[in-house]
């Protein structure tokens, strides 16, 4: 075979350069998108990917996107060694699979328009050709849930395997060499380790053998029958994999809400709406929720259609095979997920489209060739532009989690997942109880009995205050999933909130055993250890907790307050000043510091920071009482008894009555100093300190009698 003239490989070059321009440019806008949905089962609470050795062996029998997909979740893996925990990373690693299949697809349309069938009729064009329909691909707003919707890899990732072991075959079709056949057997069985669609790519393979390479079914078996054998045989561990999987957690299959027939009249009109997003893609959702249709008024001309459809691909297999091939490629590769065997958790799902999307953007494109002629470029152009910026600002509404939610909401109204995530994120990430009230009650007026959402609206509760309520909804949901973690470290929170630290710590340590990497299970129980004064076990949750968010400041004051009660000042001073770099008004940061410095014996810096803390919040009581010890331990006594009988009015203590007494003392104000010893023991008739000072003071009453 002659080698690649310099002048088209490098026009190859540069065309693949663009391509992968114009990707970023359309998706670069989404690397900062959180972690969403189904990603934190999959990412940040996946211990299997936290080590390469684990990284084939997925969390299974429950359903979470990487179950019984070990090519996914080993992606994941490698993702997580190259590039961290932060899900940036993994958006660079999404877009880099994206970008791979888009100029897969390109190679494998050029070769395919450079065949023999059609080589008199697009040789001329099939660069240019078979580049624009790789592009209007890859920057068509359709594909954003595959590429920004981190664990949608899934089926970016098996589409890239798909359109490598198309191109595989067609390369070895071409030479019959021993490498291209391991090749493409080789990702082909891997494609079976990523996504359960990939089931199709034999019966494709062959249909693409028969139609542009040997011309019909049985010399497609003659002349390579041993490679058909072949990736019919990666089969073999794709059903081993799903059946290991018991249906992936019960979130496929036939169940009391969808059965087989419902679920087909459902498909039916899904796939109608998926052609007109394909022509509009004005109304994408992440999630159209478990939404079974039941009118018929809808189902049967959207299932006529569909039908109609089906039966033109049937009937020109026969006549036209060339041209029935794209309605194969559409039809077969939708069949896994989008026909009899119900997907109970997602009935519709746009992420479905990632490579049928192929064959009808094809199609389009071929016929503006045909329809336009030597013009066709420059409405093609228009229209990858067109996508491109409608791209971009789809990825936008990935930027925050309120926003996507709300855009859920807007487009689904009744989809109860929506109303809860948009909740357990006002609740969680906005601390907003009201806002999350709201829309928890929202959820359970759809779905009453979803023991995550009656969780976390008792949370909700007990953060407005409502804690007899509260508690009686977290509890309720203990009683409806008793092995579920999350809801243990629900009840765990509720306890701690409520201040029964011992009671809270064995239901968040039980939540930790399934979620070692829960960064807010390891605050919580952080938090809960040094309320019960066990600081050096609370040390390595504060550490785990602050690796996943190191400027999270409620952390950063509570760490540093341990380390200041095991006399590791430095550092201490250290979180406090993080906390202060990241809130300058930080009214705990402020307190704490002053704290530490006044313990450091840096007074004069200790007592700049306690004003700060008492200027700032003039109300808190804890912040005005350090700063009361600080004066009285500088010399500052009339400040401080004027500090401390504001504060004993707000909140009677025997404490504080004790040290205003030793402080009028320090004055001579010695019948003020009696009044108010023993208005602290009439407090506490026990306490040790004002019964001694009390005593002193008669004593020396009695031998210094006043005049």
């Known amino acids: 075979m002659p080698a690649p003239r310099p002048q088209k490989t490098a026009s190859l070059a540069f065309g693949a350069?663009?391509?992968?321009?114009?990707?970023?440019?359309?998706?670069?806008?989404?690397?900062?998108?959180?972690?969403?949905?189904?990603?934190?089962?999959?990412?940040?609470?996946?211990?299997?990917?936290?080590?390469l050795d684990t990284s084939f062996s997925p969390p299974d029998g429950n359903g979470i996107t990487v179950s019984s997909r070990p090519v996914l979740n080993a992606s994941f893996a490698l993702n997580y060694a190259l590039t961290g925990r932060k899900p940036t990373g993994f958006h660079y690693g999404n877009l880099l699979i994206h970008a791979l299949a888009a100029l897969t697809l390109w190679a494998v349309v050029r070769r395919t328009l450079r065949s023999p069938i059609f080589s008199e009729r697009f040789n001329q064009s099939a660069t240019q050709l078979s580049w624009l329909i790789a592009a209007l691909w890859a920057v068509h707003p359709l594909q954003t849930e595959s590429v920004t919707y981190i664990v949608q890899r899934a089926e970016s990732l098996v589409g890239l395997f798909y359109l490598l072991t198309l191109y595989g075959f067609i390369r070895y079709a071409a030479n019959r060499s021993w490498p291209w056949f391991l090749f493409t057997s080789s990702v082909c069985l891997l494609g079976m380790g990523a996504k359960e669609v990939m089931a199709t790519a034999p019966v494709i393979i062959f249909l693409y053998d028969r139609t542009f390479v040997s011309g019909s079914f049985r010399a497609a078996w003659q002349r390579h029958g041993k490679l058909h054998l072949c990736l019919a045989s990666t089969l073999i561990l794709l059903a081993v994999l799903v059946t290991s999987g018991h249906g992936r957690g019960g979130s496929v299959g036939v169940n009391e809400t969808v059965s087989s027939w419902g679920y087909l009249c459902t498909q039916a009109v899904a796939i109608i709406h998926y052609l007109w997003l394909t022509v509009w893609?004005?109304?994408?959702?992440?999630?159209?929720?478990?939404?079974?249709?039941?009118?018929?008024?809808?189902?049967?001309?959207?299932?006529?259609?569909?039908?109609?459809?089906?039966?033109?691909?049937?009937?020109?297999?026969?006549?036209?095979?060339?041209?029935?091939?794209?309605?194969?490629?559409?039809?077969?590769?939708?069949?896994?997920?989008?026909?009899?065997?119900?997907?109970?958790?997602?009935?519709?799902?746009e992420h479905r489209m990632y490579l049928s999307l192929a064959a009808l953007v094809a199609g389009a494109v071929l016929l503006a060739h045909r329809w336009l002629g030597r013009r066709y470029w420059m409405?093609?152009?228009?229209?990858?532009?067109?996508?491109?910026?409608?791209?971009?600002?789809?990825?936008?509404?990935?930027?925050?989690?309120?926003?996507?939610?709300?855009?859920?909401?807007?487009?689904?109204?009744?989809?109860?997942?929506?109303?809860?995530?948009?909740?357990?994120?006002?609740?969680?990430?906005?601390?907003?109880?009201?806002?999350?009230?709201?829309?928890?009650?929202?959820?359970?007026?759809?779905?009453p009995d979803v023991p995550e959402v009656i969780?976390?609206?008792?949370?909700?509760?007990?953060?407005?205050?409502?804690?007899?309520?509260?508690?009686?909804?977290?509890?309720?949901?203990?009683?409806?999933?008793?092995?579920?973690?999350?809801?243990?470290?629900?009840?765990?929170?509720?306890?701690?909130?409520?201040?029964?630290?011992?009671?809270?710590?064995?239901?968040?340590?039980?939540?930790?055993?399934?979620?070692?990497?829960?960064?807010?299970?390891?605050?919580?129980?952080?938090?809960?250890?040094?309320?019960?004064?066990?600081?050096?076990?609370?040390?390595?949750?504060?550490?785990?907790?602050?690796?996943?968010?190191?400027?999270?400041?409620?952390?950063?004051?509570?760490?540093?307050?341990?380390?200041?009660?095991?006399?590791?000042?430095?550092?201490?001073?250290?979180?406090?000043?993080?906390?202060?770099?990241?809130?300058?008004?930080?009214?705990?940061?402020?307190n704490n510091?002053?704290?530490?410095?006044?313990?450091?014996?840096?007074?004069?810096?200790?007592?700049?920071?306690?004003?700060?803390?008492?200027?700032?919040d003039p109300t808190n009581f804890e912040t005005r009482l350090n700063l009361s010890r600080a004066l009285a331990q500088t010399g500052h006594f009339e400040e401080t008894i004027t500090l401390c009988e504001t504060l004993v009015q707000e909140k009677p203590d025997a404490d504080l009555y004790n040290n205003l007494g030793m402080l009028y003392g320090q004055l001579g104000l010695l019948d003020k100093a009696g009044r108010a010893f023993g208005a602290a023991l009439q407090l506490d008739p026990n306490h040790p300190a004002a019964r001694e000072n009390e005593a002193k003071l008669r004593a020396f009453l009695k031998t210094n009698p006043p005049r």
């Open 455 to 590: 969780n976390s609206l008792g949370q909700a509760l007990i953060k407005l205050g409502r804690h007899e309520e509260g508690l009686a909804l977290v509890e309720k949901s203990l009683r409806l999933a008793p092995n579920a973690p999350m809801i243990h470290a629900g009840y765990g929170w509720a306890l701690m909130e409520l201040g029964q630290y011992a009671q809270a710590l064995p239901y968040l340590e039980k939540a930790l055993t399934i979620l070692p990497y829960d960064h807010s299970l390891h605050y919580n129980i952080a938090n809960t250890l040094m309320n019960l004064q066990r600081e050096t076990e609370a040390e390595p949750h504060f550490i785990v907790s602050l690796s996943e968010s190191p400027d999270e400041i409620d952390a950063l004051n509570n760490y540093g307050t341990v380390l200041r009660r095991l006399g590791r000042l430095d550092e201490a001073i250290a979180h406090f000043n993080h906390v202060l770099a990241l809130d300058p008004s930080s009214v705990k940061g402020h």
């Open 379 to 447: 409405l093609l152009a228009l229209l990858i532009a067109s996508a491109s910026i409608v791209t971009f600002q789809r990825n936008v509404v990935y930027q925050n989690e309120a926003t996507l939610w709300q855009d859920v909401i807007t487009k689904s109204p009744n989809n109860h997942r929506a109303w809860s995530n948009l909740g357990i994120y006002r609740l969680n990430k906005e601390k907003n109880p009201e806002g999350a009230k709201h829309d928890l009650e929202k959820a359970l007026q759809i779905s």
């Open 281 to 349: 893609p004005a109304q994408l959702n992440i999630d159209y929720g478990t939404l079974v249709e039941k009118n018929y008024a809808v189902i049967i001309p959207c299932g006529l259609a569909v039908i109609g459809a089906l039966s033109a691909t049937a009937f020109a297999l026969v006549r036209r095979p060339q041209l029935s091939f794209l309605g194969a490629w559409f039809f077969v590769i939708l069949a896994p997920s989008s026909s009899v065997i119900p997907v109970v958790t997602q009935t519709v799902a």
């Open 17 to 51: 350069l663009l391509l992968v321009a114009l990707i970023f440019a359309a998706y670069h806008n989404n690397f900062n998108g959180p972690f969403i949905f189904d990603d934190l089962e999959s990412i940040p609470q996946n211990i299997s990917i936290r080590h």
């Open 593 to 616: 510091l002053g704290v530490a410095l006044m313990m450091q014996g840096k007074s004069d810096q200790g007592l700049n920071h306690l004003r700060e803390s008492a200027r700032l």
